[in-house]
């Protein structure tokens, strides 16, 4: 068979993460062909420019993909380069009329969508002037290793500067005490070179600098990790958000908006959201005649906590006792941060005695959960006060009053138990 001329391109080094790595292992194609290809390739290419094949990959035959975990075969071998150690996928057929042939593309698209891999780009080492033989190299990566949106920033959603915005537009960037830090923290929890931001250019990374209090994502503690869109980094008692994508000012906006109605640190309703929407159910009950309850609680000897554990003790024992709470109670109820230590859940349609049953299960449930920080288990209970809508109450503030009284009486009679 005769090979047509053809010109020769040497597929682009990566860094070794870019590109999926492994040991190949295939049979042998005919050594004709393989004579071929090797007196094609060396009239069509300069012995400098072409990098050293690695001995571990053969250069064409059929066998099992190295490059994950997906089953599947496909004809091809990896081509490595010696400098980097990448090695980049080589699939080869041949083409020999348009009706007789089958084009192996529209399959080999198939698994790499199953394999969880994309196709990175696309180099053409044997081009033919008719097209008759072709070879196609495709670098890949995984989608996790794929480069984030180029537009970045970070959002302060619990802290003194809420709301505020720091793009991440800079190769590194380090937040901490210090007055040098990039991003400045001025709390005793926080260290004074605390953490730093790594862009890479493909993805952006969060690394903890030995700080004494450690650097958290998504509530675990982490020396290094890779961010995605919507994480959340904790950094002493400042809580920020990873905004990423292709318009980030739009999804900015979104997050401001959103901290007009939600506590940043618990992630319920804020106070602000609470009275509005206290108010609007008393119009609703009263108008219609329906049932209307509130329920006021708060953590028993919770300045002991934060003496004894720390504030950032106190921090995970208010978002833990939120999300303990939160699976608990229907759609329509309302719960929100009160303030400090203080929660509120509104009732709508419930009366009296089934607010009273209600409150007397968040208060075991509360007693069972377990509130462990670091190494410390923290013993948690709260005392709640329950009240029913009545004629003499006419607006919110009146509500929140009458059920306060009772959180207090339970607080005198004791704590750890609920009046209404």
Not at 160 to 186: C, H, M, T, V, W
Not at 187 to 201: D, F, L
Not at 251 to 265: C, N, Q, S
Request: aromatic share 8%; with cysteine; proline share 3%.
């Amino acid at each position: 068979m005769a090979w047509p001329r053809a010109s020769w391109s040497i597929a682009r080094c990566v860094r070794p993460k870019a590109t999926a790595t492994g040991t190949c292992s295939c049979r042998r194609t005919s050594i004709a062909r393989q004579e071929s290809r090797r007196q094609v390739s060396a009239r069509a290419t300069p012995a400098r420019s072409r990098p050293r094949p690695s001995s571990r990959c053969p250069r064409e035959g059929t066998t099992t993909s190295p490059t994950s975990g997906a089953t599947g075969t496909y004809t091809a071998a990896e081509c490595c380069c010696s400098r980097t150690g990448s090695c980049a996928v080589v699939i080869s057929w041949s083409r020999r009329s348009s009706a007789g042939a089958v084009d192996p593309t529209t399959s080999w698209n198939a698994w790499t969508k199953s394999a969880e891999l994309r196709e990175f780009c696309y180099d053409h080492p044997w081009v033919s002037d008719t097209g008759r033989n072709k070879t196609v190299v495709t670098a890949i990566s995984k989608i996790s290793d794929r480069p984030v949106a180029k537009e970045a920033c970070l959002v302060v959603i619990y802290g003194l500067e809420l709301g505020k915005k720091f793009n991440l537009n800079r190769p590194q960037i380090i937040i901490g005490r210090s007055s040098k830090a990039d991003i400045q923290i001025d709390q005793e929890a926080v260290s004074r070179n605390h953490c730093k931001i790594i862009n890479t250019g493909n993805a952006i990374m969060l690394r903890d600098m030995g700080s004494t209090n450690g650097t958290y994502v998504n509530d675990e503690m982490i020396d290094e990790y890779v961010l995605r869109d919507g994480d959340f980094i904790k950094v002493g008692r400042c809580i920020f958000k990873f905004l990423s994508g292709n318009n980030i000012e739009n999804a900015y906006h979104e997050e401001i908006y959103r901290l007009t109605t939600v506590d940043g640190l618990t992630q319920v309703f804020n106070r602000r959201y609470f009275v509005e929407t206290l108010e609007r159910e008393i119009g609703r009950a009263l108008r219609y005649r329906r049932d209307l309850s509130l329920i006021m609680f708060d953590i028993d000897r919770f300045k002991g906590v934060n003496d004894s554990f720390g504030h950032l003790a106190g921090d995970h024992v208010l978002k833990h006792l939120a999300s303990v709470i939160k699976t608990r109670i229907r759609r329509e109820d309302v719960l929100a941060r009160y303030g400090g230590e203080e929660f509120a859940i509104v009732l709508p349609e419930i009366d009296l005695y089934n607010a009273m049953q209600f409150a007397e299960k968040v208060r075991k449930l509360v007693e069972a959960a377990e509130f462990k920080f670091e190494d410390a288990i923290i013993p948690v209970t709260v005392s709640i006060g329950v009240a029913s809508l009545r004629g003499e109450i006419e607006d919110a503030l009146e509500f929140v009053k009458q059920a306060d009284t009772h959180l207090f009486a339970a607080k005198e009679g004791g704590r750890n138990r609920v009046m209404g």
